[in-house]
């Protein structure tokens, strides 16, 4: 048995990240794993993927950990729909291209192409930096304020169209799982808090 394991928000902590991922045969990082990274030739790109989030650096990413845009990704049996990216809420108090990019949400013409491939795919899982729209309002419940982005509205988009049986979030600092109803479906929310790990067997 096989163990994925799914990572919260690293924020440039990469010894903890490390640490994490050598107790896993693969890895998806969810976001805001840092600004730097010269660590990347430890890790073997083949097991542990990052997906992008608002804290990264969209200048640096030539290397083949990172998933891309969005689209499909599959570990053993287990299928993912990706989308990266979010809003930085401090991006007034960041330097462009140094700490902040205007890249860090997806443009409209990849929104509008994201949503045609999630309507193809109806995927069962899915992760993202951000969550939907109406999850980040009951996030909002336990004492988090964030705008609402294009990303919450693009992947509320997302659900309303098919609702997955889980999605797995990070981005809001909070460890929290959430089971919501859209239409006829229940779709599992879970938001991983910074370095929070979740587990998956195959």
């Known amino acids: ?70 689209g499909s990704h599959k570990v053993g049996n287990i299928s993912f729909f990706f989308v990266r990216g979010g809003f930085s809420i401090d991006k007034q108090w960041r330097i462009p291209n140094i700490s902040w990019w205007k890249q860090e949400e997806l443009s409209y013409a990849q929104m509008n192409q994201c949503i045609e491939l999630y309507t193809q795919i109806n995927p069962n899982f899915v992760i993202s930096h951000e969550c939907p729209k109406e999850i980040e309002e009951k996030i909002y419940r ?37 089971r919501k109803k859209n239409k006829s479906k229940y779709t599992t929310f879970c938001c991983l808090k910074e370095l929070e790990t979740w587990d998956l067997y195959y």
Request: include cysteine; proline fraction near 3%; glycine fraction near 6%.
């Open 142 to 178: 336990y004492g988090l304020k964030f705008p609402s982005s294009c990303t919450a509205k693009l992947l509320q988009t997302l659900w309303e169209i098919h609702q997955p049986i889980q999605w797995w979030f990070a981005h809001y600092h909070k460890s929290k799982v959430i």
């Open 1 to 70: 048995m096989n163990t994925l394991r799914l990572i919260g928000d690293v924020h440039g902590k990469y010894d903890a990240y490390l640490d994490l991922i050598k107790e896993a045969d693969y890895s998806i990082q969810l976001g805001d794993l840092g600004l730097d990274y010269f660590f990347l030739s430890q890790v073997d790109y083949k097991k542990h993927k990052i997906l992008a989030g608002n804290h990264d650096n969209y200048d640096d990413m030539n290397y083949p950990h990172f998933l891309g845009d969005y």
